[in-house]
T-cell receptor, first 114, second 110 residues
Framework: SAVISQKPSRDICQRGTSLTIQCQVD?????MFWYRQQPGQSLTLIAT?????????ESGFVIDKFPISRPNLTFSTLTVSNMSPEDSSIYLC???????????FGSGTRLTVV | GQQLNQSPQSMFIQEGEDVSMNCTSS?????WLWYKQDPGEGPVLLIA?????ELTSNGRLTAQFGITRKDSFLNISASIPSDVGIYFC??????????FGAGTILRVKS
């Protein structure tokens, strides 16, 4: 299965600023996703990162707040824009090769907004 | 939207005991996945199930894809301290998106 490197692993940010999280996969993958995991909660899908086109966002998430890039088949970024304390969470990148293969997750980025 | 009902929410067990947890849904899924998440880490895939009725083992772990495609269970036999963590079920929908259960927190008494 793919190996995912995600950075930064954690950050403390001032409200009103933006943070870009990077996700690097060690091999080409068909699909990449971004999830949010609030403290003590399960994972919620933010969006599907589409290679070479705009990401597909889930209900409750919008591009202006969470712009996503995916310039190639191994790399994606998620930006958390104009942050507020409510954005404090763990953000996780996931990748899959498709064809029924399981999904691999990065170690996550633990974001605290103060 | 689709929801997975995962139970139990948490459990304390004695080392050496067997553990069982399950997920149910009102929706049909193409694939069921079971993950374990340790503190400060991302979820790690334990078992993937692709066919209704499929029973799959991975060491001390056994999982089954329900015949109706709306449920799955995970069993852990002879639990050990390193089994501590949060276990998530996930169902795969069309379009390759995953929906996650709320998680089962496993605590082991040594």
């Amino acid at each position: 299965s793919a190996v995912i490197s995600q950075k930064p692993s954690r950050d403390i940010c001032q409200r009103g600023t933006s943070l870009t999280i990077q996700c690097q996969v060690d091999s080409q993958v068909t699909m990449m996703f971004w999830y949010r995991q609030q403290p003590g909660q399960s994972l919620t899908l933010i969006a599907t990162a589409n290679q070479g086109s705009e990401a597909t966002y889930e209900s409750g998430f919008v591009i202006d707040k969470f712009p996503i890039s995916r310039p190639n088949l191994t790399f994606s970024t998620l930006t958390v824009s104009n942050m507020s304390p409510e954005d404090s969470s763990i953000y996780l990148c996931s990748a899959a090769r498709g064809g029924g293969s399981g999904y691999t997750f990065g170690s996550g980025t633990r974001l605290t907004v103060v | 939207g689709q929801q997975l009902n995962q139970s139990p929410q948490s459990m304390f067990i004695q080392e050496g005991e067997d553990v069982s947890m399950n997920c149910t849904s009102s929706s049909i899924f193409n694939t069921w996945l079971w993950y374990k998440q340790d503190p400060g880490e991302g979820p790690v895939l334990l078992i993937a199930l692709y066919k209704a009725g499929e029973l799959t083992s991975n060491g001390r772990l056994t999982a089954q894809f329900g015949i109706t495609r709306k449920d799955s269970f995970l069993n852990i036999s002879a639990s050990i301290p390193s089994d501590v963590g949060i276990y998530f079920c996930a169902g795969q929908l069309d379009g390759n998106k995953l929906v996650f259960g709320a998680g089962t927190i496993l605590r082991v008494k040594s």
